[in-house]
């Protein structure tokens, strides 16, 4: 399976690849090749039109924007043209190198040379000549371009600026409801023309059958679609035995809404096909689909971000969920209405006034306020719930619970500018904010249903949930997401098309220009080169190297020492293909790597160290070792550091630099023979020939001793204690060290305890000097004459207490060597 997958990803990563590469390895042709010559005199005639244009500032903003389009066309032709002759001005440049530089005044050039540059001067400037020529033409082109740009921007915040008459003022209200009057005058004009044509009617009887097939499909499409696809989908993610149930109830589950735009759409081929609609009527029928879109992914969305009881799986954003669907159904239901308005008021001849389009404009914002400032306050509530649940779902809820606050200063702020007759700027506030928790949920949903795809192709549960690749999906998704954030928020696509280019033209580092797709080129390349190297270090290790005679640690030296190898060769081919030239980073590289060298220093020896290690191989996995006090078995060797294995279950990491410049015992290195060296020790007076013999005795008789070199018993001191003796033998695997030494020592217990022979402990014999002087000097002083005793059993009033008799100081007793000859005396 994992060769398969590798396989796999190995022909989609060519596929990949296949355009990037084709693009840069075929870079020279392209830089020869123009599809045509380019006419300057027509550009210089639509450059001074462009110019005057801009200069009058009069046309409108869609008139900029074909002009703007014309001149980025050619603003592409001059840029393809600013590479023209490439190949050959590189040729003509090394020629001229060839022949040296230019001498000095003093000293005379040959003239066959003096010639020679004087002609391949000449032919440079001549290949140079379109080249420079393209170059001035793409700045003028670039100028133009910008300044459109500036003049859309800058009438953009003026119309957003504007100050309307207030929609407050029941004076303006007339002049709204006049255009709703002359709005249906207009509809019913152009049904009544249209019905009084004999040809219209005509058609309309001969399309009468398609008419009431195309309704009545499209009203059960609409009241009965969206029911039958949710429980449809609600049947399929009950499905426990399905293992991919929740991505095929999430595909399913987009019949809410892709089956009532069906029915909308049926709806307006009835009202095109009737032959009865004039432009009012078709603008309205055109909104229809539209205004459908808005009303049911609404509703689909609040289904899925604020699933019912019935539905557990999905995310958690508020704890009251049928309220926030309601908001939400209602936003995307005004949503619809305010698509009719834009149809509806669009094609109003002469157009609205500034009042009539304020009280058009205001009621839709007030409501949709409303909806927005609760469902704000509901995400808000949940910034403080999750404290217990770990630290990621603590951050996503204050994510939500930042979200909501947004929704609420937005829909607070809103009302307040259209009430003062900043009605444009309220519209251009409020329908954004929508837009963007709209697309909030959809990322949030995405982001779910391919977590639930890696899930259910990697089978890892609801664990899986928080691996690393789910988390880089949502990640990913989250930056595709910001060019609709920015058109969401009024961003002409020209603007990103703009920002685009610049980034396709990429940025200056040490003279190589690096580019985003250099890069993407350079990750396709070092991936395949990567995967390839891990293909080939897996037949190694399972198919080849095991035939050979190397052992484990060389068969583990070779592998890693080809992985290292491959992703060096990867890495120089994908820099080499995206056309990163590196003598130009050179001097870069040698500056960072001066302070690199003083940061890394350490890194790189333990990485010197580690190719050391796999190359001259004096320790290798499975060995038993020593090495700064660590003893354990070596389980891996990586490049900054080797992976030891204590005999308590620990593991050591030890630096590679430390088992090169230090001091390394490997016990099992070559084989697994060790010495054992055990100390016995007997009491004295013990036979210690027959202490000898038993204990060769109880060794020779042990499995894993070998006999040649035969174990020896040596007598080896007379020790403060006890008779010591030492058993050394040779194991045939010193693994089993502990098991044979505690073997031994349980038969020499056995042993002589049978025999007699005592198995003595540490004695100290104390002698006292002058016992008799210290046994007088603690006897009791006599009472003094004519002092009374005190009675021995007190009274029932006096408490008892034990008195201690008097201490005798130290310097009351003093020594005299006579003492001691009348005590040997008695």
């Not at 078709?282 to 689909?300: K, Y």
């Not at 947004?406 to 009430?419: F, H, M, N, Q, T």
Request: some cysteine; overall charge neutral.
């Amino acid at each position: 399976m994992r060769r398969a997958l590798a396989a796999a990803l190995l022909t989609l990563a060519l596929i990949l690849a296949a355009g990037p590469l084709t693009g840069v390895l075929s870079g020279s042709a392209l830089a020869q090749e123009v599809e045509a010559p380019i006419d300057y005199t027509i550009w210089e005639r639509e450059a001074q039109a462009a110019e005057e244009a801009l200069k009058s500032a009069k046309a409108s903003n869609k008139a900029f924007e074909d002009l703007r389009a014309k001149v980025v066309e050619w603003r592409q032709g001059f840029d393809a043209a600013r590479a023209v002759n490439a190949p050959q001005i590189e040729v003509v440049q090394a020629q001229i190198a060839d022949l040296g530089p230019v001498p000095g005044e003093e000293a005379a050039e040959a003239p066959e040379i003096a010639a020679k540059r004087k002609e391949l001067t000449a032919a440079l400037s001549r290949l140079q000549a379109p080249g420079v020529e393209a170059v001035a033409a793409y700045r003028r082109a670039d100028g133009i371009v910008k300044q459109i740009d500036k003049l859309i921007r800058d009438r953009q915040a003026r119309e957003l600026l504007r100050l309307m008459p207030t929609p407050l003022n029941p004076l303006h209200w007339p002049s709204a409801g006049a255009v709703l009057e002359q709005g249906g005058k207009t509809l019913w004009s152009e049904i009544n023309t249209n019905w009084s044509s004999d040809a219209r009617r005509t058609d309309l009887r001969n399309n009468l059958l398609g008419i009431i097939l195309s309704l009545g499909v499209a009203l059960l499409l609409m009241l009965r679609g969206p029911g039958f696809m949710e429980r449809l989908s609600r049947r399929l993610q009950d499905r426990t035995a399905m293992r991919m149930r929740h991505v095929v109830a999430a595909v399913v589950s987009l019949g809410q809404v892709i089956v009532p735009v069906f029915g909308m759409m049926l709806v307006h081929l009835a009202i095109t096909i009737s032959e009865m609609a004039g432009p009012r009527l078709l603008a309205l029928a055109e909104a229809l689909p539209v205004a459908a879109f808005s009303f049911f992914s609404a509703r689909w969305l609040a289904s899925w971000l604020f699933p019912d009881e019935k539905r557990t799986h999905g995310p958690n954003l508020t704890d009251r969920p049928a309220e926030a669907r309601f908001h939400v159904q209602m936003i995307g239901l005004l949503q619809a209405v305010e698509e009719f308005r834009i149809a509806f008021t669009t094609e109003v001849r002469p157009p609205l006034s500034q009042a009539a389009q304020a009280v058009w404009l205001t009621p839709l914002v007030l409501i949709v306020a409303i909806f927005l400032f609760r469902l704000g306050l509901l995400l808000r509530r949940q910034r403080l719930v999750g404290a217990e649940e770990g630290d990621a779902v603590l951050f996503r809820n204050r994510m939500i619970g930042l979200c909501g606050t947004s929704i609420v200063a937005a829909a607070a702020i809103a009302p307040l500018l259209a009430v003062v007759g900043y009605v444009t700027a309220a519209n251009a506030l409020i329908w954004p904010v929508v837009g963007s928790a709209a697309l909030i949920g959809v990322i949030i949903l995405l982001q779910r249903f391919l977590t639930d795809i890696y899930v259910a192709v990697t089978r890892t549960g609801d664990e899986g949930r928080e691996a690393l690749i789910p988390v880089l999906t949502g990640f990913l998704i989250a930056v595709a997401s910001l060019p609709l954030f920015a058109l969401t928020w009024g961003a002409r696509p020209a603007d990103l098309s703009e920002i685009w280019a610049r980034i396709q033209a990429g940025v200056t580092l040490g003279g190589a220009r690096i580019s985003p797709t250099a890069i993407l080129t350079l990750f396709i390349v070092f991936v395949i080169g990567y995967m390839i190297t891990r293909l080939v270090q897996g037949a190694l290790r399972s198919s080849i190297l095991p035939r050979t005679r190397l052992d484990k640690g060389a068969q583990n030296a070779a592998v890693s020492g080809l992985g290292y190898v491959g992703i060096f060769l990867s890495a120089l081919a994908a820099i080499t293909t995206a056309g990163i030239d590196l003598s130009a980073l050179a001097i870069v590289a040698g500056a960072l790597s001066v302070g690199i060298g003083f940061g890394l220093q350490n890194i790189v020896q333990n990485f010197v160290s580690g190719i050391i290690l796999l190359i001259e191989r004096p320790i290798s996995e499975g060995d038993m070792i020593e090495v700064n006090g660590q003893f354990g078995t070596v389980k891996g060797i990586s490049v900054r550091s080797t992976w030891i294995e204590t005999f308590d279950r620990t593991d050591v990491i030890v630096p590679n630099a430390d088992l090169v410049s230090g001091v390394v015992t490997n016990l099992t290195r070559g084989n697994l023979t060790g010495r054992l060296i055990l100390p016995v020790g007997v009491a004295y007076g013990s036979d210690t020939r027959k202490v000898q013999t038993i204990l060769q005795d109880i060794v020779e008789g042990q499995n894993l001793v070998l006999v040649d070199p035969a174990p020896k018993v040596q007598f080896v001191g007379l020790g403060a204690d006890s008779l010591n003796f030492e058993i050394r033998a040779i194991l045939s695997d010193v693994n089993f060290k502990l098991e044979v030494q505690t073997e031994i020592l349980h038969q020499v217990v056995e042993r002589f305890a049978a025999e007699g022979i005592e198995i003595p402990y540490a004695q100290r014999d104390i002698w006292i000097r002058n016992p008799l002087r210290i046994e007088r000097a603690e006897r009791p002083r006599p009472a003094a004459p004519g002092k009374k005793k005190s009675p021995a059993v007190p009274n029932d009033a006096t408490e008892t207490k034990a008195v201690a008799p008097d201490p005798v100081p130290p310097e009351s007793i003093n020594y005299d060597p006579r003492d001691d000859e009348r005590e040997e005396e008695e």
